[in-house]
């Protein structure tokens, strides 16, 4: 089974910034789509940002377009988000997904245990 692990989450005052970094525990095979979803207490959880593996097309949230960016990883990294000027709605758990292509099953999700982001004054 695929195992991701988040990381780069944190607490920083309006205005900071994260990256956050999804790690494998081993080389994916034919992904369609790599994403960071986030859950706030209390709410739903929401797609933050994705890309198309092959495209590389991007997909943003409205309220994070112009300060946040997903990018393929490197260094041990799958994707990453890096994110500028955080907000205090921004605060979150933040989970990284990976869309993965089967012949059998189709198209299957994976996802990390996320990592906690806290912005506050």
């Known amino acids: 089974q695929v195992q991701l692990v988040e990381s780069g989450g944190g607490l920083v005052q309006p205005g900071g910034s994260l990256r956050l970094s999804c790690a494998r525990s081993?080389?994916?095979?034919?992904?369609?789509?790599l994403g960071w979803y986030r859950q706030a207490p209390g709410k739903q959880r929401e797609l933050v940002a994705r890309?198309?593996?092959?495209?590389?097309?991007?997909y943003y949230l409205d309220s994070v377009k112009g300060r946040f960016t997903i990018s393929k990883g490197n260094a041990g990294s799958l994707v990453d988000l890096q994110m500028n000027n955080l907000q205090p709605e921004d605060s979150a758990v933040y989970y990284c997904?990976?869309?993965?292509?089967?012949?059998?099953?189709?198209?299957?999700?994976?996802w990390g245990q996320g990592t906690q982001v806290t912005v506050s004054s």
């Open positions: 997904n990976v869309q993965k292509l089967q012949y059998i099953a189709g198209i299957a999700d994976f």
């Open positions: 081993e080389t994916i095979s034919q992904i369609y789509t």
């Open positions: 890309i198309q593996y092959n495209t590389e097309t991007k």
